[in-house]
């Protein structure tokens, strides 16, 4: 795969500081396909001065001329689609069809919201005898995860330039290509030298030192809970701004007078999207006692719609995990949920393939609250069934994890599975399959985060307020 040899700084690629190289693995078939540069705090230090610099020339700039150069990042990406898209099934490993309309497709449509929101945003009203200005919070230190490459640089990235904000990026080290990518694509754009910045790196070494760095003023981070909450004591030691979109189990839950086929079949494709590598994956489904091993049944052969393979291939639907670490973190929580009483009815721990990082899509049966495969995030093709007694029951079961991200409610109608879902402590919930929505805002209660993505609520976290007496 084609691979930058440096770093994306003050406009242009430059050699890195240090010698440090970071492989890039496919995790079909476990071979190494490119190298990024290991990127250290002089790195970052550059990059960030870089964005400091250029700060007072972009903040100035009107609105609606930023809006027009996010236009042209969305042109350019947009013409890099298929590049795009061959990059995060090398890298990621996610199947053709689900990189092209979910990776790719999403992520341009998401920079085309803030084309419109960029130009059309209040960013100053009048109250009483003030004029309330917006204003860009500064220069943004941006880290991504791994499981949505290109998404997630975009949910950070796009907000951030029609703020009027500067940034640096560190994307994750199993995933550097598609961020180099999108640093072409910012390159032709003609966004102005310094706005935009790409440092590759680990994250105890460039991303440490990007959220430390004292010319950062806000940190966005999405990622694990552990990595966040460090993230977080850092920023907060130095009192800047920081935004978290960390871990989720997100629970599925179906009350009685559903459509219970329609329910489940949603349901397992959810968890398996994206091999189960999404924050807010529905990994716990809610089904009532009566209804139970019905569901189980339905399951099961849902999970038989969904077959793993080469992720080149058509018709694959579920391919490898990232990483040999998440390979053996993965199967070690089937071998724990059968450990520990869990009713195996789907998968197992048992590799597919000799070659490549697969895990079969596995559901279990008669799980209980208390198992670690209900309350851990497992970021797996893995589903965790559990029975409730009445919707009290239901509701305690839900709410009954560290995390609060997404969620979902099926009922008999659209009022009764709104009213349950108003009482789950989440940030997001899906009402009888409701589509994602590109401008609704994103984010968790409790320790999947604090902060918000996506639409305006996405662009407000960017921002800050100054007032004006008159």
């Known amino acids: 795969m084609k691979a930058q040899d440096g770093m994306y700084i003050d406009g242009a690629w430059r050699p890195a500081v240090g010698t440090g190289r970071i492989d890039v693995v496919n995790p079909a078939d476990g071979q190494v396909i490119a190298h990024v540069p290991a990127g250290t705090e002089e790195d970052v230090d550059a990059a960030v001065r870089a964005a400091r610099a250029a700060l007072p020339g972009w903040s100035a700039t009107p609105p609606a001329e930023r809006a027009v150069l996010i236009g042209a990042l969305r042109d ?3 013409a890099r689609k298929g590049e795009l898209t061959e990059t995060v099934t090398a890298e990621l490993g996610a199947p053709l069809s689900f990189a092209k309309a979910v990776h790719v497709g999403a992520s341009i449509a998401v920079v085309s919201t803030y084309v419109e929101l ?8 009048r109250i009483g005898n003030s004029t309330v200005l917006l204003e860009p ?3 943004v230190g941006a880290i991504t995860p791994w499981n949505y490459p290109l998404y997630q640089v975009v949910a950070k990235v796009a907000p951030a330039l029609a703020a009027g904000c500067t940034l640096v990026l560190k994307p994750a080290e199993d995933t550097p290509l598609t961020a180099q990518l999108f640093a072409e694509a910012v390159h032709e754009a003609g966004i102005p030298a310094g706005v935009f910045n790409l440092v590759t790196g680990t994250g105890p070494v460039a991303g440490q030192a990007l959220a430390a760095h004292e010319e950062v003023d806000f940190v966005s981070f999405t990622g694990s809970t552990a990595v966040g909450k460090q993230v977080g004591a850092t920023a907060g030691a130095a009192v800047k701004r920081v935004a978290l979109e960390l871990g989720g189990k997100s629970a599925n839950v179906i009350l009685p007078g559903a459509d219970l086929p329609k329910a489940v079949a949603a349901g397992v494709g959810h968890v398996m999207n994206n091999t189960g590598q999404s924050c807010n994956a529905l990994t716990r489904m809610l089904v009532h006692r009566d209804q139970y091993e019905e569901a189980v049944s339905l399951a099961v052969a849902a999970v038989a719609d969904h077959p793993t393979g080469d992720p080149r291939t058509a018709g694959t639907r579920v391919g490898p995990v990232v990483n040999a670490k998440q390979h053996e973190r993965v199967r070690g929580f089937i071998a ?3 450990e520990e009483g869990a009713r195996l009815v ?3 721990p048992d590799a597919p393939y000799e070659q490549g990082y697969f895990v079969s899509p596995t559901v279990f049966a008669d799980v209980t ?5 209900a309350q851990e995030e497992i970021f797996g093709p893995v589903l965790s069934i559990l029975a409730y007694e009445d919707e009290e ?4 079961i839900a709410n009954g994890t560290v995390y609060g991200l997404g969620g979902a409610v099926w009922a008999a109608d659209a009022e009764t599975a709104a009213a349950f879902a108003r009482r789950m402590d989440t940030g997001q919930v899906d009402i009888n399959g409701g589509r994602y929505n590109i401008l609704a805002p994103f984010g968790g209660h409790k320790q999947s985060g604090v902060g918000r993505e996506l ?4 662009l407000a976290e960017y921002l800050q307020t100054k007032s004006l007496q008159f």
Request: hydrophobic residues 40%; aromatic residues 6%.
């Open 137 to 139: 919070v500064g220069v």
């Open 369 to 373: 609250p208390d198992m670690t495969i």
């Open 393 to 396: 029951d239901a509701l305690r």
């Open 346 to 348: 789907a998968g197992g």
């Open 455 to 458: 639409g305006p609520h996405g």
């Open 336 to 338: 724990k949920g059968v």
């Open 118 to 125: 960029a130009a059309s945003y209040a960013f100053e009203e």
């Open 76 to 78: 350019a990406l947009q």
